[in-house]
């Protein structure tokens, strides 16, 4: 990677095609070094972290082009991806960094008021092993020896991918506690934990994105009025409910059924 410190494309792809050639006259013959692609703009984030805009052709961009972050893992929810990568097509081709603030504030705002799909919330993990072989409790596998007590015929096996959700808990509860199969969570209308989504899944990379645009990126992404509502459930103490508490909904309008 070479910066040229040029205002355009084309001047770039010049100067990288002319570099090319005036150092492959250094080699021994057959070593030759080729241009490939100018990245304009470039978001470098850490070694093997960046994204950007590539270029082969200086009329068009080819592609948005990222490594080792968030919209290629596999290990975070699809909110995360789709946080991510729109917080990216915003700086990078709508040059909008304002824009991409804002969808954030509104991202987590919606989190936190449980106005989020559930769907997108599920994180999933590999069973490589059986839980007695971890060395560590991890939440996906405490979950399946969970399920297969339910019902082992449905439970997820060695060498499956384990989907879950992390739902409201009594307060010191941990996250490999709390960890429930979505479609359990859908039929005994457990609450999700806004929270947990917000501090281990979508800041840190949030962060790793904005904090060499803005000037304090935590202050202004993670504080203010965006994240002062939230939606908050009780959770009560004994069994599957010391984690969450179950509450009756209307069939019609779904809403909640308050006893006096």
Known sequence: MVQFGVSTVEVAMNLGREAADFISGTFTKPIKLEFEKVYYPYL????????????????????????????VR???????KNL???????????????????????????????????SLLVITKGLTKTGDDYEVKAAHVELAERMR???????????DRVPYVIIKAAKGAKAYERSEDPIYVLEN????????????????????????????????????????????????????????????????????????
């Open 44 to 71: 470098l984030i850490s070694k093997k972290r960046y994204a950007g805009l590539l270029w082969t052709n200086p009329n068009k961009f080819d592609k948005m082009d990222t490594k080792g972050i968030e919209t």
């Open 149 to 159: 007590k339910r019902d082992a015929a449905t439970a997820p096996n060695v060498g």
């Open 189 to 260: 209308n457990i609450p999700i934990d806004p929270q947990y989504y917000l501090e281990n899944q979508i800041s840190k990379p949030l962060l790793r994105i904005f904090e060499p645009i803005l000037k304090n990126a935590s202050k202004e992404l993670l504080q203010g009025s965006h994240t002062r509502s939230i939606s908050i459930s009780t959770p009560s103490n004994s069994g599957i409910m010391k984690f969450a508490k179950k509450q009756l909904s209307c069939i019609g309008c779904k809403a909640l059924i308050r006893y006096k």
């Open 84 to 118: 991510v990568t729109e917080c990216l097509h915003k700086i990078l081709i709508d040059r909008n960094i304002p824009g991409a603030v804002q969808y954030v504030k509104n991202t987590i705002s919606d989190l936190l008021m449980n106005r989020m799909d559930l």
């Open 74 to 80: 596999r290990d975070n929810c699809l909110l995360v």
